[in-house]
């Protein structure tokens, strides 16, 4: 099992930068994609970006490319969200994700098996 934790979410003004991180439990947290996807209130869950097990691959939606960056610490079981130039569409709750089974990058949230538990991003204009 893998026990996912973000944290780093809360309020900014439009404009401004929040980062927000990823603990997970497990000794092979080193082998999985890690992805972020961001669901918004009556939207559906949203693909934001993910970044492969070695960190140097990363793969972004078109709506966040040039302003997010996805990072990670193997050494600290730990994944990173930078956002930058945020703007209030990109309110919403954010939840990290673990694929155990593949190398490849995913952008279907059906590929990942462990959830964190989310973390509201509110950004105010």
């Known amino acids: 099992q893998v026990q996912l934790v973000e944290s780093g979410g809360g309020l900014v003004q439009a404009g401004g930068s929040l980062r927000l991180s990823c603990a997970a439990s497990g000794r092979t947290f080193s082998s999985y994609v890690m992805g972020w996807f961001r669901q918004a209130p009556g939207k559906e869950r949203e693909f934001v970006g993910a970044?492969?097990?070695?960190?140097?691959?990363?793969y972004y939606a078109d709506s966040v490319k040039g302003r997010f960056i996805i990072s990670r610490d193997n050494a600290k079981n730990t994944a990173y969200l930078q956002m930058n130039s945020l703007n209030p569409e990109d309110t919403a709750v954010y939840y990290c994700?673990?694929?155990?089974?593949?190398?490849?990058?995913?952008?279907?949230?059906?590929?990942?098996?462990?959830w964190g538990q989310g973390t509201q991003v509110t950004v105010s204009s």
């Open positions: 970044i492969n097990w070695s960190g140097g691959r990363t």
């Open positions: 994700a673990a694929d155990s089974s593949s190398v490849k990058i995913s952008a279907y949230y059906n590929a990942y098996d462990y």
